[in-house]
């Protein structure tokens, strides 16, 4: 059966190559992803994966399709995705000396069957950022198009002074809950085995 990855974030498919798992498509969906008025961060980041999930599967109705929507917040404030820098300065700004929340959730539609939904949630802590320091880290453009401002598994690695809970899921996709939902859906994985 085939799979497509309801996404096109090179991310992702980094992260499934390392349980073993290659989409025979990508096909992002294009939805608004503008949370709706007292939207809670988590709640959001399901609402979108499922979305994205949905859209792609009423186009492929024979495939599995699986997406994620990845959700930085800072309190119940959901942080951009930046697409300029002064966007990406003000999330660093706001994160700078404390903790955050990032969700990412994950769908998973197969035929003529019910989306299986799975959610995981980590807290960051950064560091206290000099503005030199920010300065830097946006003259080196990993900031754009990243949820928060930052890319974990970039230089900004080096701001965090504590973290509980998925890395692969801050960077887009918690494998361990995507691997759950793929193998509970019949998919063949060559990466080691789900414990």
């Given at each position: 059966m085939?799979?497509?990855l309801?996404?096109a974030s090179p991310?992702?498919?980094?992260?499934?190559?390392?349980?073993?798992?290659?989409p025979?498509?990508?096909a992002?969906a294009?939805?608004?992803?503008?949370?709706?008025p007292g939207e809670a961060p988590?709640?959001h980041a399901?609402?979108?994966a499922a979305?994205k999930a949905?859209?792609?599967?009423?186009?492929?109705p024979?495939?599995v399709?699986?997406?994620a929507?990845t959700v930085?917040?800072?309190?119940r404030?959901?942080?951009?995705?930046?697409?300029?820098?002064?966007?990406a300065?003000?999330?660093?700004v706001?994160?700078?000396g404390?903790?955050?929340?990032v969700?990412?959730a994950?769908t998973l539609?197969?035929?003529?069957?019910?989306?299986?939904h799975?959610l995981?949630?980590?807290?960051?802590?950064?560091k206290?950022?000099?503005?030199a320091e920010?300065?830097?880290?946006?003259?080196g453009?990993?900031?754009?198009?990243?949820a928060?401002?930052y890319?974990?598994q970039?230089?900004?690695?080096?701001w965090?002074?504590?973290?509980?809970g998925?890395h692969?899921?801050?960077?887009?996709l918690?494998?361990?809950?995507?691997?759950?939902l793929l193998?509970?859906?019949?998919?063949?994985?060559?990466?080691?085995p789900?414990g």
């Open positions: 085939r799979l497509i309801a996404s991310r992702r498919r980094d992260l499934l190559a390392r349980i073993g798992v290659t025979d498509a990508v992002p294009d939805l608004d992803e503008t949370p709706l988590a709640p399901r609402r979108l979305a949905a859209a792609v599967a009423h186009l492929h024979d495939a399709v699986l997406a929507d930085v917040a800072a309190g404030r959901i942080l951009p995705k930046t697409e300029d820098e002064a966007a300065r003000r999330c660093l706001l994160l700078s404390r903790r955050h929340r969700h990412t994950v539609i197969v035929p003529e069957g019910a989306p299986r799975r995981s949630t980590s807290i960051v802590t950064f206290p950022l000099s503005a920010i300065d830097a880290y946006l003259a453009g990993e900031w754009r198009g990243k928060g401002g890319a974990i970039g230089s900004a690695e080096s965090v002074r504590a973290f509980t998925s692969s899921g801050v960077i887009g918690p494998l361990f809950e995507t691997r759950a193998v509970a859906a019949g998919i063949a994985l060559t990466g080691p789900l």
